[in-house]
């Protein structure tokens, strides 16, 4: 079945960077789109970004553009959330998630199937 476990998470000052990644397994990781959300206390999950099967495409949400950036490695089946010029709205547990379906655009709004735990962003003032 399919498994991702995320790693990366920590407590950073306002300004600083961390990188998140998400390891796949399971399955062939370089036919499908992965994805990062995030969801803050009290707060809806929320989109944050989204690299299609081949890497060719990239998606952010308007709050992380120019600050964060993904990428994958497909040898290594791992996706990557680089995070910069962090702020304390940017605490939150953040997930990577992949479809269930190969070869998707990656573009926000499509459903994601698979999910991992979650690692927590603390980002203090």
């Known amino acids: 079945q399919v498994q991702l476990v995320e790693s990366g998470g920590g407590l950073v000052q306002a300004g600083g960077s961390l990188r998140l990644s998400c390891a796949a397994s399971g399955r062939t990781f370089s036919r499908y789109t992965m994805g990062w959300f995030r969801q803050a206390p009290g707060k809806e999950r929320e989109f944050v970004a989204a690299?299609?099967?081949?890497?060719?495409?990239?998606y952010y949400a308007d709050s992380m553009k120019g600050r964060f950036t993904i990428s994958r490695d497909n040898a290594k089946n791992t996706v990557y959330l680089q995070m910069n010029s962090l702020k304390p709205e940017d605490t939150a547990v953040y997930f990577c998630?992949?479809?269930?379906?190969?070869?998707?655009?990656?573009?926000?709004?499509?459903?994601?199937?698979?999910w991992g735990q979650g690692t927590q962003v603390t980002v203090s003032s």
């Open positions: 998630a992949t479809q269930s379906l190969p070869y998707q655009l990656g573009s926000p709004g499509q459903r994601y199937d698979y």
């Open positions: 690299i299609n099967w081949s890497g060719g495409s990239t």
